[in-house]
C-alpha cells in the first residue's frame, strides 16, 4: 500500500490527462455494459476518478475511493470543475472496504487491480459490499496465459513502476469471481495500442528502466511479441496491452 502511495502520490495529475485513462468511448463502455439507473455505486481505486465522473451522471452517488490522498484530492477539484456534486472521494483499502454488506448498488474498478496484493480477497469484499442482485464491473490489463511470457511482461512493468503487483490472468480473474458467488455476465477483451514513451515518463521511470523497458518490447519474441505487437521507432514506439472487461452480478 506504502509503494503505491509513494509510487502515484507525485504524480497522481498526470492520471487525469492520460490519454488511457480518459479515453472517452472506453469510459462509454463501462455505462454500456454495467446499464446503472440511480442508486449507489462505488468505484475501487478511482485515480483520477475518470470511472466516477462517468457513472456520476447516470446514479444518485458515487464513493470513489483510493489509497492515494493525492488522487482523491484531484477528484474532489474535477468533480466540482464538473459540477459533480454527487461524487464523494473516500480513502479505503481495496481488499478492507470500510463499508456495511450490501450497501452499494454496483462496484467498478478499473485499471487498478494490478496493484492489488489479493485480488481474491478485493473480489470477496466486492461481494460482500454489493447488494444482493447487484454488479460487480472490473476492467483492468490481463496478463499472458503462457507463464514465461507473463513473468517478462510481469518485469517491465515493474521496472516502469514498482508498485506494479501483477497483471492477473482472465483464467484467473474467472476463477475469483466464481468461486466468491458471481454469474459472469459480460466478458470482453481489447488490445489497447499504447505510446511506450508516454508510458514510461507518465511514471517518471529512470533512464536505466527505461532503456531496459524498450529494449524487451522491440526484441520480444513468441507469446510476449504477439501480446505486446510493438510497431514503430523511437517517440513513436507503441506496443500492446490487452484490456479486460468483465460484468458480473
Partial sequence: MRTAQSQFGPVASAYLTSGVHSNEASLRRLVEVAKPSGGLVLDVGTGAGHAAFTFARHVDRVVASDITPSMLEIV??????????NVAPCYADA??????????DGLVCRLAAHHFENPARFVAEARRVVRRGGWLLVVDNVGIEDPAADDELDRIE???DPSHVRNWTETQWRGWLVESGFELATIDRLPKPINAVDWLERMRAGAAAQADVLRTITGSEGWLRDYLRPHGEGAHL???????????R
Fill in 76 to 85: 474532489e477539484a474535477e468533480a466540482a470543475a464538473r459540477s459533480l456534486g
Fill in 95 to 104: 481488499e478492507n472496504l470500510p463499508f456495511g454488506t450490501g450497501s452499494f
Fill in 158 to 160: 515493474r521496472l516502469r
Fill in 238 to 248: 507503441t506496443f500492446h496491452l490487452h484490456e479486460f472487461l468483465v460484468l458480473a
